[in-house]
């Protein structure tokens, strides 16, 4: 069983950056890929970033390609993913998540969710 808390969200002027965490309860953190999520009101949860448990594997939405960074610290079970240039699009709940496989949105294991808000 793992439980995800996020952290780190908040309002921010577009062009700016925002912080996002991911803590993780259990003590086999290393064996889980981890992702994050995005769902805007009205529309579907989309992906946003994925990393394998090693962290050698990183994988990104196109629309946040050269923007956004994930990375992970297996020694204090978490995940990071750091928004830079932010955009209005990017507005919507972020959600971490956790699989013993690749990363998926049927991914078996969810945080609460953070909001962040990009304002024009």
């Known amino acids: 069983q793992v439980q995800l808390v996020e952290s780190g969200g908040g309002v921010v002027q577009a062009g700016g950056s925002l912080r996002l965490s991911c803590g993780a309860s259990?003590?086999?953190?290393?064996?889980?890929?981890m992702g994050w999520f995005r769902q805007a009101p009205g529309k579907e949860r989309e992906f946003v970033a994925r990393i394998n448990w090693s962290g050698l594997v990183r994988d990104y939405a196109d629309s946040v390609k050269g923007r956004f960074t994930i990375s992970r610290e297996n020694s204090r079970n978490m995940v990071v993913l750091q928004m830079n240039s932010l955009k209005g699009e990017d507005t919507a709940v972020y959600y971490c998540?956790?699989?013993?496989?690749?990363?998926?949105?049927?991914?078996?294991?969810w945080g609460q969710g953070t909001q962040v808000t990009v304002s024009s």
């Open positions: 259990g003590r086999t953190f290393n064996r889980y890929d």
């Open positions: 998540a956790a699989d013993e496989t690749l990363i998926t949105p049927r991914a078996r294991y």
